[in-house]
């Protein structure tokens, strides 16, 4: 992994993730706090009004604060809680408990979608999701994420959504049953959509990993903010895990995989740099999400060692995807040319 350059602070009205309590921002767009309780999304005071989201895991509690330094504007509207400030919006909504989520998921995901759009902000470019017993068997037979990955599939197909506007995305799970999601998305179109030569493109993944594939890519590119919004990602190589359950290796394969999809070949093929840009890479904020409490030193260290020092480093104790991952990572970083 490439060493980060010195972080650059202060109001701007860029669109910037920081890991800290929400009374410290002044503008929050939205807030997701992860807690060992959990709520439904809401608007709430932080001293100003932001939509807010709790998820339950087994980690330290810290906020996730997205921002503009702009006036926010928040509501709630079919069952959707959202704050947006002129270009950029921020949405959360939930599923209840169900004995399979498909057709809720697809719903409520065009539901999600639509009230963006109906905001004035279609282009969605960034998305978690936290779902419950994850890698447990549904009454179908299907492991939870499976059947989520059904009805986002769906939900995907019915907005006609092409591989190429696929949001990045984040999806491990979460103490409570239901899902819960929440999406960044903005009035202005451009998004690019940044794939891993290292891994193949969910989108191709074989029918052994679920019916429906997991419709995402590995990172979106804002070319107007030179920002990179990187997906989670774990130790997979084309489709398949590297190095089940052994932690080490794990670590070393999904910096590896980091570092192929922010490297200046993958970045050139993309089109996010040109062929005489350094496009070297400034990371901000990253989340670390580890199956273990027992294993967050080890990765804490690890991280330190990749990222540097100032980067903000939050880390999640939750399952994940497939039972065999320990480790998964996301990133917000910016280029340089």
């Not at 079919?78 to 599923?95: P, R, W």
């Not at 999600?112 to 004035?120: H, I, R, S, V, Y």
């Not at 059947?147 to 959504?161: I, P, S, T």
């Not at 997979?236 to 359950?245: E, F, K, P, Q, S």
Request: charged share 20%; net charge neutral.
């Amino acid at each position: 992994m490439r060493q980060p350059t010195a972080r650059q602070d202060g109001p701007s009205d860029r669109l910037t993730c920081v890991l800290d309590a929400p009374g410290g921002v002044q503008h929050p767009l939205g807030v997701v706090r992860y807690t060992t309780i959990s709520s439904s999304p809401a608007v709430r005071s932080h001293p100003g009004k932001a939509p807010t989201v709790d998820v339950a895991v087994r980690s330290t509690q810290f906020a996730e604060v997205w921002t503009t330094n702009r006036r926010v504007t928040a509501g709630q509207a079919n069952g959707v809680t959202y704050g947006h400030d002129g270009e950029y919006a921020f949405c959360a909504a939930q599923v209840p408990a169900a004995a399979s989520y498909g057709s809720d998921v697809r719903d409520a995901y065009i539901t999600a979608f639509e009230t963006a759009a109906n905001l004035g902000y279609p282009h969605v470019f960034r998305m978690w999701n936290l779902v419950g017993r994850i890698d447990q068997a549904n009454a179908d037979g299907l492991a939870a994420y499976q059947d989520f990955c059904r009805g986002r599939g769906v939900a995907f197909d019915k907005l006609a959504l092409p591989y190429v506007r696929l949001p990045a995305a984040t999806t491990v799970g979460t103490l409570d049953d239901g899902v819960t999601f929440y999406l960044l998305a903005r009035r202005s179109t451009g998004h690019l959509a940044v794939e891993n030569t290292r891994q193949i493109p969910g989108y191709r993944y074989p029918e052994r990993h679920g019916s429906r594939p997991p419709l995402l890519t590995r990172a979106a590119f804002l070319p107007d903010e030179n920002l990179l919004l990187i997906s989670g990602t774990a130790s997979i190589v084309g489709h398949r895990t590297a190095h089940a359950h052994d932690l080490p290796a794990q670590c070393r394969t999904t910096f590896g995989n980091l570092a192929s999809l922010t490297g200046r070949d993958n970045l050139r093929r993309h089109a996010v740099i040109n062929l005489h840009d350094t496009g070297s890479i400034e990371f901000h904020v990253v989340k670390v999400y580890v199956r273990h409490q027992a294993d967050v030193e080890y990765v804490r260290h690890r991280c330190h060692i990749a990222f540097g020092e100032t980067t903000d480093i939050g880390f999640v104790v939750t399952d994940l995807c497939r039972p065999d991952l320990l480790v998964e990572i996301e990133a917000t970083a910016t280029l340089s040319t």
